[in-house]
């Protein structure tokens, strides 16, 4: 089964709104990375998060990591109608080099 | 840096055909990974290989799909004879040398199997 799960599945917000998306997992990990995909592109690294992090910032991006509820989040704020895209949390499989992807949220951002 | 390559963008081909997917990673890059992605089943890790030696390939779903990476800038998926349930986007990826580094990934072939 699936290692992450994002919540929601689909999200639509006016721009300069700010949009929160969840990922939950089911076993431990080292590291959890966020991505992004526009349509019809290849996936792209946004950010990473160590398990021994808790909060990480990058631009506009803020990602939390709760290990003990074994959930992230990924803020997105003042979003801009270019954030459209599908969001993916992947997380590591203990003692390899797999990351398993979770299904991911649709952001939509209306001009 | 030319980012990951992936050849060709689409494929559309009919059942039983033999179907080749290419990818050229970044160099220096020392993982590359296969991964296929659907509505159904979302993004699948398929194969993965670290120094052009396959490591994992768990996830490859049957005898008919095979990958090769016979040198450090190039690597094949081959299906053969391909179904129709073998449509998908099949996206190659690259990373670097660390768990925590991040993949770098092309930007797909669309494969249709009619």
């Known amino acids: 089964s699936q290692q992450g799960e994002e919540d929601p599945q689909a999200l639509s917000i006016q721009e300069g709104e700010n949009a929160t998306m969840n990922c939950s997992y089911k076993?431990?990990?080292?590291?959890l990375q966020w991505y992004r995909q526009n349509s019809g592109r290849g996936l792209v690294h946004l950010i990473l998060i160590r398990s021994n992090e808790r909060e990480k910032h990058s631009g506009r991006l803020r990602v939390t990591l709760d290990t003990s509820k074994k959930s992230s989040s990924l803020l997105i704020t003042a979003s801009r109608a270019a954030d459209t895209a599908s969001y993916f949390c992947?997380?590591?499989?203990?003692?390899?080099?797999?990351?398993?992807f979770g299904t991911g949220t649709r952001l939509k951002v209306l001009a | 840096d030319a980012g990951v390559i992936q050849s060709p963008r689409h494929e559309v081909t009919e059942m039983g055909q033999e179907v080749t997917l290419r990818c050229k990673p970044i160099?220096?890059?020392?993982?590359l990974f296969w991964y296929r992605q659907t509505m159904m089943r979302g993004l699948e890790l398929l194969i993965y290989f670290n120094n052009n030696v396959p490591i994992d390939d768990s996830g490859m779903p049957e005898d008919r799909f095979s990958a090769k990476m016979p040198n450090a800038s190039f690597s094949t998926l081959k299906i053969q004879p391909s179904e129709p349930r073998d449509s998908a986007v099949y996206f190659c990826a690259s990373g670097g040398d660390y768990s925590n580094q991040p993949q770098h990934f092309g930007d797909g072939t669309r494969l249709s199997i009619l």
């Open positions: 160099s220096g890059h020392d993982y």
């Open positions: 076993t431990s990990i080292n590291n």
């Open positions: 992947a997380t590591d499989v203990a003692g390899t080099y797999k990351y398993i």
